[in-house]
């Protein structure tokens, strides 16, 4: 098997094999196995509607997280060029390349945040935090769940799917909500 390398800002983080190179710097992107992340959740507004703005503290001070309906989620995912909103296949990859579903949760979520003991170890920079879900007018799993869109829909035509991360569990999963009603967090990937 060909040793991978973990980016950090175009820096060498760590092998495969564990060995630690460099420290990480500040970035907004960190490159795991072939894909390249943005690190931060999608944090643009651009007026158009479909976008719920809040305050949520982690614990270590104060995060504004935007939640998005799915159209809003593809509408600024397709404005932003050279990233994208990630497929289900892409979310997938990301897990292998930490070690497949059983560990990805732990190695991908925050050091901080999670309820009941459910911090990460964080261990790419990637820094998943518990912003749960927005419907209408309220939080839903804050503290306990980070759900994420993707670029699948179902095939009905107001469901699309997420990804999530729970404080219980090391595993990733997928699941459908309703495109109108729920809005999650958005992670984009970088072109190929």
Known sequence: MAKVIYTYNNQILKSTDNEWYTEPGPADYVTIGTQTWKIKNLAID???????????????GNVTEYYYTWD???RIANSIPGWHLPTNSEWDALASA?????TAGTKLKSTYGWESGGNGTDDYGFSVFPAGNWIRTSFYNL???ARFWTANEDTSSTQAYSY?????????????YNKTTHSLSVRLVKDA
């Open 46 to 60: 651009d007026g158009q509607g479909g976008i719920s703005i809040q305050t949520v503290n982690y614990g270590q």
């Open 72 to 74: 809003a989620a593809v």
């Open 98 to 102: 930490v070690g497949g579903r059983s």
């Open 143 to 145: 503290g306990t769940w």
């Open 164 to 176: 999530f991360y729970s404080n219980t569990s090391n595993t990733q999963s997928s699941s459908t």
